[in-house]
Nanobody
Framework: QVQLVESGGGLVQPGGSLRLSCAAS????????MGWYRRGPGKERELVAT???????NYADSVKGRFTISRDNAKNTMYLQLNSVKPEDMAVYYC?????????????WGQGTRVTVSS
């Protein structure tokens, strides 16, 4: 079992920045991949970014060049740096980890943290 707790959401102006955090606990050694999903108002859930154990990252086209995913293994924490935020980035952001190679089992989710984009 892995427990995930997000923090860092809030109100940000268009063009602004925000950093989301996801603290993991439990069977951390079993994590194969970590990432962030989001669900905007009236939208389906979208994969935002992922990071695997070797540090390789992947991003949705909609956030490439603006968002950065990272992890601090010493703190068992993953981050998502949001820069140049756009109105369409407004969503509830969910931390996700998987303990399986393909993500078809052993998936865990945080409770979500809301990002509101408004001037």
């Amino acid at each position: 079992q892995v427990q995930l707790v997000e923090s860092g959401g809030g109100l940000v102006q268009p063009g602004g920045s925000l950093r989301l955090s996801c603290a993991a606990s439990g069977s951390i050694f079993s994590i194969r991949q970590m990432g962030w999903y989001r669900r905007g108002p009236g939208k389906e859930r979208e994969l935002v970014a992922t990071i695997i154990n070797d540090g390789s990252t992947n991003y949705a086209d909609s956030v490439k060049g603006r968002f950065t995913i990272s992890r601090d293994n010493a703190k068992n924490t993953m981050y998502l740096q949001l820069n140049s935020v756009k109105p369409e980035d407004m969503a509830v952001y969910y931390c996700w980890v998987t303990t399986s190679p393909l993500g078809n089992y052993g998936n865990y989710w945080g409770q979500g943290t809301r990002v509101t984009v408004s001037s």
